[in-house]
């Protein structure tokens, strides 16, 4: 039985200046009032999804890839330790695409875990599978109750940083993802004139590696 799943996507927040003509913007009625949540940094890589039995890219038919690897090779060392029906989704950064890394922890940066029954963990217990997993996560820049007007004054660096993602620390189904999830993005973030994917790879640096 095929339990891959195509990561959601992420509608942006009303004040992200990256969005397109085509992208899901949440309305001034925002579903995180009330709830505690997490702002991490949004990475600019490939969304990735590990499982037991292999790893794919956002797309399902997604195939080899210079840039897929090394990720593909932490599958293979890591996938005994994800349960049957489990997947581990993250972002893949070893190829640069239109921002540079030259301070990685790592090439995957895990931000969610989704169990057989198609729930994505708490956040607790995102950063607790990205332990044993020997992965790290994107850095946090605000964890609590949800405050717009504090959110909306974030400063980020966007020559260094394409923007940020919410969640609510809670868990939640797959069906509920646009209630739990939003992003803000940088203006202009896509700077390549081609598909990064037909580009020759240029690795991102590794902290180690400096």
Same mark, same amino acid.
């Given at each position: 039985?095929?339990?891959?799943?195509?990561?959601?996507?992420?509608?942006?927040?009303p004040?992200?200046?990256?969005r397109?003509a085509?992208?899901?913007?949440?309305?001034a009625?925002?579903?995180?009032?009330?709830?505690?949540?997490?702002?991490?940094?949004?990475?600019?890589?490939?969304?990735?999804?590990?499982?037991?039995s292999?790893?794919?890219?956002?797309s399902l +038919?997604?195939?080899?890839?210079? !840039?897929r @690897?090394?990720?593909? #090779?932490?599958?293979?060392r890591? /996938?005994y330790?994800i *349960?049957?029906?489990?997947?581990?989704?993250?972002?893949?950064?070893?190829a640069?695409?239109?921002?540079?890394?030259?301070?990685l922890?790592?090439?995957?940066?895990?931000?969610?875990?989704?169990? +057989?029954?198609n729930?994505?963990? !708490?956040? @607790?217990d995102?950063? #607790?599978?990205?332990?044993?997993? /020997?992965?790290?996560? *994107?850095?946090?820049?605000?964890?609590?109750?949800?405050?717009?007007?504090?959110?909306?004054a974030?400063?980020?660096n966007?020559?260094?940083?394409?923007g940020y993602?919410?969640?609510t620390?809670?868990?939640?189904?797959?069906?509920?993802?646009?209630?739990h999830?939003?992003?803000?993005?940088?203006?202009?973030?896509?700077?390549?004139?081609?598909?990064?994917?037909?580009?020759p790879?240029?690795p991102?640096r590794?902290?180690?590696?400096?």
């Open positions: 039985m095929d339990t891959r799943r195509k990561y959601p996507r992420t509608p942006h927040l004040w992200s200046p990256g397109g085509d992208d899901t913007v949440l309305g009625s925002l579903p995180f009032e009330g709830r505690e949540v997490v702002v991490t940094e949004k990475l600019d890589g490939e969304n990735t999804t590990l499982s037991r292999g790893m794919h890219a956002r +038919d997604s195939g080899p890839h210079p !840039s @690897d090394w990720v593909k #090779a932490l599958q293979g890591t /996938g330790l *349960p049957e029906g489990w997947r581990v989704c993250g972002e893949n950064v070893f640069r695409h239109s921002l540079p890394y030259d301070d922890e790592g090439y995957f940066y895990l931000f969610s875990v989704w169990d +057989d029954t729930v994505a963990l !708490s956040w @607790d995102t950063l #607790a599978w990205a332990a044993r997993l /020997g992965v790290p996560t *994107p850095r946090e820049f605000y964890r609590g109750p949800w405050d717009e007007r504090q959110l909306r974030l400063q980020v966007t020559d260094v940083t394409e993602v919410v969640r620390v809670q868990a939640f189904r797959y069906g509920d993802f646009q209630e999830v939003a992003k803000f993005v940088r203006a202009g973030h896509v700077q390549t004139d081609e598909h990064w994917s037909r580009q790879v240029t991102n590794l902290r180690s590696a400096r």
